[in-house]
Structure formats: C-alpha cells, structure tokens
C-alpha cells in the first residue's frame, strides 16, 4: 500500500447528502480513501467490471432504502470516477455500460 494519495478524478458530480443519506456518503467517502492510499477493495464493497474497460470496478453501497452503485477505474495516478447512479436492476443497463465507456474515452483522449 503506497502512502502516497492518489487524486480523485470526478467525470460526474461528486455524491451528495441528498439524496444519499450521510451515512451511505460518509461510506463512500471512506472507500474512495482507501482506493486512493492503494486498497485493492473487493465484494462486497467492490467488484471488476470489465465490460466498462480495464480496471473498471463499482463501488456498491447500501443507503438506507436504496443501493448506489458508484463506477470507477483505477488508473496508474488517479481513481477517475465515472459515475454514481442508483440501482434499480440486477444487471447494469447497457446504456449505463455505453455512458462509461463512452465518459472514459473522452478522458483518455483529453489525457
């Protein structure tokens, strides 16, 4: 684990209490910090997506009556999140697969 803080790179805005409770935002807070001090997270807080793009994961939090799914890819010298949407369905929707894909792209280009 590097003592070294990777920066957070928002693609969208960053979550907010609300509509997560300050519970659930307070979580993804500290997840977020455990990736950026080089915490390799898996289930249940975090599992590959790899359909997004390489070292794409989601974050998955629990609020009190909803579930939030936070995407993000962990790069050599960032943590860009991508998006946080909240989740309605068992399977990730594709629109929500193509919108990634497609917020990465533009980054990596600008990049």
Not at 18 to 43: C, H
Not at 49 to 64: A, S
Request: hydrophobic content about 35%; glycine content about 2%; charged content about 30%.
């Amino acid at each position: 684990m590097s003592t070294k803080h990777k920066p957070l790179v928002w693609l969208h805005e960053q979550p907010k209490t609300p509509p997560l409770s300050q519970k659930a935002r307070i979580e993804t807070g500290f997840l977020l910090r455990l990736l950026q001090l080089g915490v390799n997270l898996s289930l249940p807080q975090s599992r590959p997506m790899p359909f997004i793009g390489d070292h794409c994961h989601e974050l998955r939090i629990q609020d009190e009556n909803k579930t939030w799914r936070l995407f993000y890819r962990v790069d050599a010298d960032a943590i860009v999140v991508i998006l946080w949407i909240e989740k309605k369905t068992k399977k990730t929707p594709d629109e929500v697969i193509n919108l990634c894909q497609k917020r990465l792209k533009f980054y990596d280009m600008e990049n």
